[in-house]
């Protein structure tokens, strides 16, 4: 069987600066159908969308996969595997018992005539049921189709009982308008779909998907797995775990993870975890891994896609603005002095707050603090600013209101991303406000 799946996720998809993203690489693998023998059950389509040239080029295809079973050129499925051949319409037929000899197999291809609506149900349904009650060896589905049911329901039910019971189900659609949808095989076949989902184009195509299905079959498990990963520089790497082989740091921020073998005597997966931080100091969209690549002693061609994280920081960190040096001679009453020309870099804000203090009593003076906060798109809040001042204390015979005006805060800029533009969006500012006296009439009497 080969490889049967290479995957590669991100959790989570957006971070913050500083954050820590987990990367994770999965791979499975199984023996091939040689050394592990399965009882495979060919469901083909016969409804009358398969009259001439598609079910020509359904027998061509499935006559191409049975040759390449043939391992040995004998006429014989090699290593005790077998083959049935059930076929369906408005109902469906078992053409064959489960046999090795590729001859026979062959004949009741041939013999295969298109007529009848399209009963999906009807087919997984004998599939499954002669799956349950034959050996105990790995078992194996492979979906042949070209329409959307037209009879019968219900058939996830039956491919979801089925995959629980360990059935592989693999799906092979001619392009037609089934496909032009979005296909309910996918949720038919052993997941992902991505790798037990094949979409022929055309009839022509069909004999290369069902010959890149068969050596696929007939690929042994892994060995001498040589998987390279290169972390982008904006990224440190602070854990790598591995759940199977070893894990050897390269230069350059690259990394091998080296796994002996994988699924050479039953199906296995194996996982690396890479836990990265972002070091970067602007909001962006990056790839963590920038290259992934994959060898072993079988040449599987084996494809990990690349991801990108987005990165939202909640505002950038400039450099320390420049330096102007002048000096004031001695005994100048008043200087000018020209500080030259500069950009304007950053659309920052003024906030500009007043404040009443209500019923100040008499020759006390008041400490006051405000902290200002603000609430970012995500949620998360962040620190804009705290002062603090002493409120002279006044004279008046009864308490007093005392207004405060002109507490002014510097608001940074919100970085420039794909979904914020300068100016253009609302903030959400909060500000806590704290006061009392600091004056007492309290006297300690220590004698």
């Not at 009443?356 to 809040?381: S, Y």
């Amino acid at each position: 069987m080969g490889i049967l799946n290479a995957d590669y996720t991100l959790f989570p998809d957006t971070v913050s600066c500083a954050d820590l993203v987990q990367a994770n690489l999965t791979l499975c693998a199984a023996p091939d159908i040689v050394s592990n023998p399965a009882d495979i059950v060919l469901l083909l389509d016969r409804s009358g969308s398969m009259y001439g040239t598609p079910l020509c080029a359904l027998k061509t295809g499935v006559k191409q996969f049975l040759s390449i079973l043939d391992t040995s050129n004998m006429g014989q499925i090699g290593g005790g595997s077998s083959v049935s051949i059930v076929t369906f319409s408005d109902t469906a037929i078992q053409e064959t018992p489960f046999l090795t000899a590729t001859d026979t197999l062959c004949q009741a291809v041939d013999a295969i005539v298109a007529e009848g609506a399209t009963n999906h149900t009807a087919g997984f349904a004998t599939a499954v049921s002669l799956l349950e009650h034959h050996t105990e060896r790995q078992k194996i589905i492979v979906l042949f189709t070209d329409g959307q049911s037209s009879v019968g329901s219900c058939v996830s039910a039956i491919t979801d009982d089925a995959k629980a019971q360990g059935i592989l189900i693999y799906g092979i659609l001619l392009q037609s308008d089934f496909c032009t949808e979005t296909p309910q095989a996918s949720d038919w076949v052993t997941q992902p779909s991505s790798d037990y989902l094949f979409v022929a184009p055309t009839a022509q195509d069909l004999e290369t998907r069902f010959a890149d299905l068969a050596k696929n079959m007939v690929q042994t498990g892994a060995s001498h797995v040589h998987i390279m990963c290169s972390v982008s520089d904006v990224f440190s790497v602070s854990e790598l775990l591995p759940s199977k082989g070893s894990i050897q740091p390269l230069s350059n921020n690259r990394y091998l993870w080296y796994l002996d073998t994988l699924g050479e005597t039953d199906t296995e997966c194996a996982s690396l975890q890479i836990k990265l931080q972002y070091i970067g100091t602007t909001a962006t969209k990056v790839q963590p891994l920038t290259q992934i690549t994959y060898q072993d002693s079988q040449q599987h061609n084996v494809t990990f896609p690349l991801q990108t994280l987005s990165v939202r920081c909640p505002y950038e960190v400039g450099s320390c603005p420049e330096t102007v040096s002048f000096c004031i001679e001695p005994n100048q009453s008043q200087v000018s002095y020209d500080l030259g020309h500069f950009d304007v870099q950053h659309f920052g804000t003024i906030l500009e707050c007043s404040l009443t203090l209500r019923q100040v009593r008499p020759n006390h003076r008041t400490a006051l603090a405000l902290i200002l906060t603000e609430t970012d798109h995500t949620g998360a809040t962040h620190p804009r600013g705290f002062q603090t001042f002493t409120i002279p204390a006044h004279n008046q015979p009864c308490p007093q209101d005392i207004v405060c005006n002109h507490i002014r805060f510097i608001l940074p800029a919100l970085p420039l991303s794909d979904e914020t533009v300068q100016n253009c969006q609302p903030r959400n500012l909060h500000m806590q406000v704290l006061a009392h006296n600091i004056d007492t009439a309290f006297h300690c009497d220590t004698e």
